[in-house]
Every structure is written in structure tokens, then in C-alpha cells.
């Protein structure tokens, strides 16, 4: 097997196209009709070519503030020979660029983020009016003893020491504390 053949590949490339998708109200349909799509915090680009590859008449930004993933993007976009519906450029999730998005994607990235209050609020100003906001977060508890388990334990280790210290370095990185548990509420 090659080394790109080995490279571990995101847990929801089975889902996303299959079921995550056609579970959104009417985005199946617009993707397939030709859609605009902003995949923020997409790393390595996974996401932005899986859907360009799907959705032949849809155009997709991705966006990173992480430019060496950035770069592994566009490499693998052009790999899958979607470079011309598949753009990339570094930008954090409160200064990605465009708007009227039709859908909107966060993979595993959000809680990550040092202020998601503020990209929460690009969110909504870069979707058209009827846009689609797709979030997908690892599934944890509220409270900390809920989430001792194997797989909590790596996901706190692991954001906690690897993710959220590169992605917060802001001031306003607090409000909401690093941890992987879902967000209950918040109002944008
Ligand atoms: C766990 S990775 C997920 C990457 C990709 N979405 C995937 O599913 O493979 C989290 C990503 O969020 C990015 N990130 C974190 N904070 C960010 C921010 N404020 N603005 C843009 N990207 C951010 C990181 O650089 C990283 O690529």
C-alpha cells in the first residue's frame, strides 16, 4: 500500500454523503443542482474534495488558518483532479472569505476554535438567507465524569493538549472552556 493509501482518513468519509447530507432539509437537492459550500477549519482538505467529488456542479471553499494544511489541500484536491470547483485559502473561521453560502460545513473543528462565539456569527453572515450551517462535533457529555471513558479520555488529552493550545492563542479564547463536550446552547 502507498504511503497516501496508509494515511488515516476523517471517520465521517463513510457518513457524510451517504447519510449526514441527505438528513439536512433540501441540501441533497441543491448540492446536486450546483451549490456554493464553505468547509471551514477543514485541515487537509477531506471534506472540501470528498463533497466536490460527490456534487459535480457544486463549487467548495475551504478554509484554515493552518497554512501547511492549507497547502496538503490544494495538493489533495489537485490529486483528485477537483481543483477547479475546490479552492482553498488560509483564513481563521471569523475572517474566511464570501458570502450567500447555500451550506456552510465544520468538521471536528469548532470546539477547537479560541473564540466560536465570533465564528459562530461569520457563520451566519457568510450563508445566504436559507443557507445550511452543518456542525459536526465528537458526541460527549456535559460533564467531565460522563466522559471518562476510552474514547473521552482521548479526545480531552488530545484537545486539550494538541488542539485548543494552536487554536487559542487569543484573548478571547475563554468563554467557553477547552473541553470536548457539546455546546448546549448559545445564542448568535
Ligand atoms: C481536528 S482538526 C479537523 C480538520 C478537518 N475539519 C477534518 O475533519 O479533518 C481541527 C482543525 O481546525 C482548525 N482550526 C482550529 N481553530 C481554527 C480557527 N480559529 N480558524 C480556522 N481553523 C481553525 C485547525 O487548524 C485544524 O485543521
Given amino acids: 500500500m502507498s504511503g497516501a493509501?496508509?494515511?488515516r482518513?476523517?471517520?465521517y468519509v463513510a457518513a457524510l454523503v451517504p447519510?449526514?447530507?441527505p438528513a439536512l432539509d433540501g441540501v441533497e437537492e441543491r448540492l446536486t443542482a450546483g451549490a456554493r459550500v464553505a468547509d471551514v477549519g477543514c485541515g487537509l482538505g477531506s471534506s472540501s474534495v470528498l463533497l466536490a467529488e460527490a456534487y459535480l456542479r457544486t463549487a467548495v471553499t475551504g478554509s484554515d488558518y493552518h497554512a501547511e494544511s492549507i497547502e496538503l489541500a490544494r495538493k489533495k484536491a489537485a490529486d483528485a483532479g477537483v481543483s477547479d470547483r475546490v479552492g482553498f485559502e488560509v483564513a481563521t473561521a471569523q475572517t474566511f472569505t464570501g458570502t450567500g453560502y447555500d451550506l456552510?460545513?465544520?468538521f471536528d473543528c469548532?470546539?477547537?476554535m479560541g473564540d466560536p462565539l465570533a465564528a459562530a456569527r461569520r457563520v451566519r453572515d457568510a450563508?445566504?438567507?436559507?443557507?445550511t450551517w452543518l456542525l459536526v462535533e465528537p458526541y460527549a457529555a456535559?460533564?467531565?465524569?460522563?466522559?471518562?471513558?476510552?474514547?473521552?479520555r482521548l479526545h480531552y488529552s488530545g484537545s486539550t493538549f494538541l488542539c485548543v493550545p494552536t487554536a487559542s492563542p487569543s484573548p478571547a479564547a475563554t468563554p467557553w472552556a477547552p473541553r470536548p463536550a457539546r455546546p448546549r446552547s448559545a445564542t448568535w
Avoid at 450563508?127 to 443557507?131: E, F, I, K, N, R
Avoid at 456535559?142 to 473521552?152: A, T
Fill in 110 to 112: 469548532l470546539h477547537d
Fill in 5 to 7: 493509501g496508509r494515511r
Fill in 19 to 21: 447519510s449526514w447530507i
Fill in 142 to 152: 456535559d460533564k467531565v465524569e460522563d466522559n471518562l471513558n476510552p474514547v473521552g
Fill in 104 to 106: 456552510v460545513t465544520m
Fill in 127 to 131: 450563508l445566504s438567507p436559507d443557507g
Fill in 9 to 11: 482518513r476523517p471517520g
